[in-house]
């Protein structure tokens, strides 16, 4: 499978041209960049000119936006006014927050990618008809603003009540809008299980956030690296396998003094998973 790494690695830090060229040079092809605005700040036109101007260059391809979850440069430490949230009822309040994430999809004006990756609400939050009837006017304004630009949506399974693998599939069904999947191996594992995950979005995901955690917090973890994580790997990369070229595994992974410099520990990352890959190809054979 393809190797792709989210820039969430090097959130606290402003990303830069030096950072992508040592993701290229460590041998991944393709990047996701995490909109957190001390990280990646889509109004700051000047910092997305010089980025784009660096891809025109490169070989390293940006194959998803995540769609940002705060307005500050806090991650929303500075007040529960600065959350994102689609599903947000007040309707003078939702528009504001479709018109930031509307703001970040502008990137791929700039530096074209495929995908925008986009949550149901957020963390915690309980399931609410009234929430997902919101949810379905941003989402179908999101995606008609995203596909004019060449970018598909793909929600996000996350620990929520209204976005677990299940209920994405239910929502996409009652409401017949054009997006995909991204399947969070880390958010599945503290739901319903990897696997079952998987067997649920299969036929409609098109990316991946790869990482582990100890099946209760959303540790982000190095998986095979990481003591303390609970996915089964090889059982969870059979299944990945089943459908070649559907998607990259993309790492969404936390950054941590236990592993630095951090793209040496990623190389051995992607390297552990594919061995567990070839011998389920084996075995198979």
């Known amino acids: 499978m393809e190797r792709g790494l989210s820039t969430y690695l090097f959130i606290q830090q402003r990303l830069n041209t030096v950072t992508l060229d040592r993701i290229w040079n460590a041998g991944i092809p393709l990047v996701e960049i995490f909109c957190a605005r001390q990280h990646v700040d889509w109004r700051n036109r000047a910092q997305i000119a010089e980025l784009g101007h660096w891809f025109r260059d490169s070989k390293l391809k940006l194959h998803a936006l995540h769609a ?4 500050d440069e806090a991650g929303g430490r500075s007040g529960p006014n600065s959350v994102i949230n689609i599903t947000e009822p007040v309707k003078s309040k939702r528009i504001a927050m479709v018109d ?19 949550h149901l609400g957020v963390t915690g939050e309980d399931y609410d008809e009234r929430k997902l009837d919101a949810a379905f006017d941003s989402l179908d304004e999101i995606s008609l603003f995203a596909r004019q630009r060449g970018v598909e949506v793909l929600l996000e399974n996350i620990p929520n009540g209204m976005s677990s693998a299940e209920r994405l599939l239910h929502f996409l069904g009652v409401t017949h809008l054009r997006v995909g999947f991204c399947l969070d191996t880390g958010h599945a594992n503290m739901q319903e299980g990897v696997v079952d995950a998987f067997d649920t979005l299969k036929d409609r995901l098109y990316s991946t956030h790869v990482h582990d955690n100890d099946g209760r917090d959303d540790l982000h973890l190095f998986p095979k690296l990481t003591g ?4 089964d790997w090889r059982r969870s990369l059979k299944r990945f396998g089943s459908v070649p070229g559907q998607f990259p595994l993309v790492l969404e992974l936390r950054d941590t003094p236990e592993f630095q410099p951090p793209l040496d520990y990623v190389k051995q990352v992607f390297d552990r998973l594919e061995q567990d890959l070839q011998s389920e190809e084996r075995e198979e054979s």
């Open 68 to 71: 940002p979850l705060y307005t």
């Open 100 to 118: 930031e994430v509307k703001l970040a999809i502008e990137i791929a004006e700039i530096i074209p990618c495929r995908y925008v990756i986009q």
């Open 228 to 231: 303390g994580g609970t996915i």
